[in-house]
């Protein structure tokens, strides 16, 4: 089971990336994901969700407005359209699927490797 991210890099502050999230070995149809991130000297944290079963997005309060969580279930493949980037966003977003089909409880138990996203001022 794999989940790569990708479509990380270096912006200036006011611009925008879309990251890709593809997974292969099994199906997450009917998962829950979502994408954290990590930022320097920082625990990983929260970022956007969407459910498994209509789904409902979900934002860290810090990313409302400006970030776009979306899924392409046929695909395999969870996006994240970032917009309007600030310094504060340079981290490494990881994509993340809940362990358990058909329960947006679950533990988020598969992980990608991760993509950098650097904003300079």
């Known amino acids: 089971v794999q989940l790569q991210a990708s479509g990380g890099g270096s912006v200036q502050a006011g611009g925008s990336l879309r990251l890709s999230c593809a997974t292969s070995?099994?199906?997450?149809?009917?998962?829950?994901m979502a994408w954290f991130r990590r930022a320097p000297g920082k625990e990983r944290e929260f970022v956007a969700g969407v459910s498994w079963r209509n789904g409902v997005t979900s934002y860290a309060d810090s990313v409302k407005g400006r970030f776009t969580i979306s899924r392409d279930a046929a695909k395999n493949t969870l996006f994240l359209q970032v917009n309007n980037l600030t310094p504060e966003d340079t981290a490494v977003y990881y994509c993340?699927?809940?362990?358990?089909?058909?329960?947006?409880?679950?533990?988020?138990?598969?992980w990608g490797q991760g993509t950098q996203v650097t904003v300079s001022s």
């Open positions: 070995g099994r199906s997450f149809r009917n998962h829950r």
């Open positions: 993340t699927a809940a362990t358990q089909p058909y329960k947006d409880s679950s533990a988020f138990g598969f």
